[in-house]
């Protein structure tokens, strides 16, 4: 194998996890005699002091260019003034909607080690296997009209949320698909007692339904869907719903795995560049302490692996070295309880190094 990767660090705590995923690919690539070529390209917050743009063209070129991408984290409280005209998050969702990402895969999978971390309890959480389908170029993040005005002297602001049924049907596809490789359940969210668009969503759901007749399937309202995931998550396999919702489901369902710094994902598309980052944010309070769980993004990197490069074998590599060095009670500051010892971003990148064999 000989791939091509775009690393996109940015800021906070970005270049920090990165840096440690890279080590972690480089790692199991030369095992494998894989040559892996590293390109490192600016984003967010810091390629807006840098060049005015959150994305630049030279950025977005690479990235269309090589086999996959590694995000780290983009944003923070120096760029989050809403009134901006120009903010890191543009350049997230410009990178997305540019790559063809529709279908943003999270999984949620408590690794055994880490039972006593989750904030709930652990008959709970023994059995949660989740896997998330978010739609992510459509809905409400990129509906038109979207803006801001005054009526009647008053400050107003609006959004649209918009689907049409091609949307729907190839992430619900997705999921689907995904089911039939794991324990055959899809469970559809929406708010179609209130939203005439998730109407439709549901409506497209039924019909795409009921061409995979192997596969149990559910609807379920998304307030639902939060209570559900704190009293009954082991109950769920995969859950596919529109961008909004899977943004705020997924990170509740996060915590489930006992932190942010723990979750990975994928954001695919139709064979073009995958693009892979972990859920957490940029965390700009610990930025540059050398704390930050690299964890999240060493687990994207294993998403890369397998689902851009074709690297299975490689990728379950990765993960069971996670696995292990969990299992021998390493712990980053995130993850570690009241007196228990915690180790740094770089101590925790090379443990899982050696865990590679």
């Known amino acids: 194998m000989d791939a091509k990767i775009t690393l996109l660090p940015g800021d906070g705590i970005g270049p920090e996890v990165v840096d440690e995923a890279r080590k972690v690919l480089t790692a199991v690539a030369n095992q494998h005699n894989h040559t892996l070529h590293f390109t490192e390209k600016l984003?967010?917050?810091?390629?807006?002091?840098?060049?005015?743009?959150?994305?630049?063209?030279?950025t977005l070129g690479a990235c269309l260019e090589n086999d996959a991408v590694l995000l780290g984290a983009v944003g923070g409280p120096k760029w989050s003034d809403p009134t901006a005209?120009?903010?890191p998050e543009q350049g997230l969702l410009k990178l997305r909607k540019s790559l063809g990402v529709f279908a943003n895969i999270r999984p949620v999978k408590l690794f055994p080690a880490l039972a006593d971390a989750s904030p709930l309890r652990p008959e709970r959480v023994q059995d949660v296997d989740i896997v998330?389908?978010?739609?992510?170029?459509?809905g409400i993040y990129f509906g038109q009209p979207q803006g801001r005005e005054l009526v009647g002297g008053l400050r107003s602001g609006h959004d649209t949320m918009r689907y049409n049924e091609?949307?729907?049907?190839?992430?619900?596809r997705i999921a689907f698909e995904l089911a039939q490789n794991r324990r055959g359940k899809v469970t559809s969210v929406d708010k179609a007692n209130?939203?005439?668009s998730s109407r439709v969503w549901r409506e497209v759901a039924h019909e795409v339904a009921a061409q995979y007749p192997d596969i149990a399937f559910e609807d379920v309202l998304v307030d639902a869907m939060a209570m559900y995931l704190v009293n009954r998550p082991g109950d769920f396999d995969v859950v596919v719903t529109g961008n909004m919702f899977g943004d705020i489901l997924s990170d509740e369902a996060s915590m489930i795995s006992g932190s942010l710094g723990m979750l990975p994902s994928a954001a695919l598309g139709d064979g073009g560049p995958g693009l892979y980052e972990p859920i957490?944010?940029?965390?700009?309070d610990i930025a540059g302490q050398g704390i930050a769980n690299p964890l999240a993004t060493i687990l994207s990197a294993a998403m890369l692996l397998r689902s851009s490069l074709g690297l299975e074998d490689?990728?379950?590599?990765?993960?069971?070295?996670?696995?292990q060095v969990l299992?021998?009670?390493h712990r980053t500051a995130d993850l570690a309880r009241p007196g228990e010892k915690a180790i740094g971003t770089t101590e925790m990148g090379d443990l899982v190094v050696a865990a590679l064999g």
């Not at 957490?280 to 700009?284: F, I, R």
């Open 327 to 329: 299992a021998a009670g």
């Open 132 to 138: 998330f389908v978010r739609e992510l170029t459509g």
């Open 194 to 196: 209130v939203l005439t």
């Open 166 to 172: 091609m949307e729907i049907k190839r992430v619900l």
């Open 43 to 58: 984003m967010g917050g810091i390629a807006i002091d840098q060049t005015g743009n959150p994305l630049p063209e030279e």
């Open 85 to 87: 005209k120009v903010r």
């Open 314 to 323: 490689e990728a379950a590599q990765v993960e069971t070295a996670v696995a």
């Open 280 to 284: 957490h944010g940029s965390a700009p």
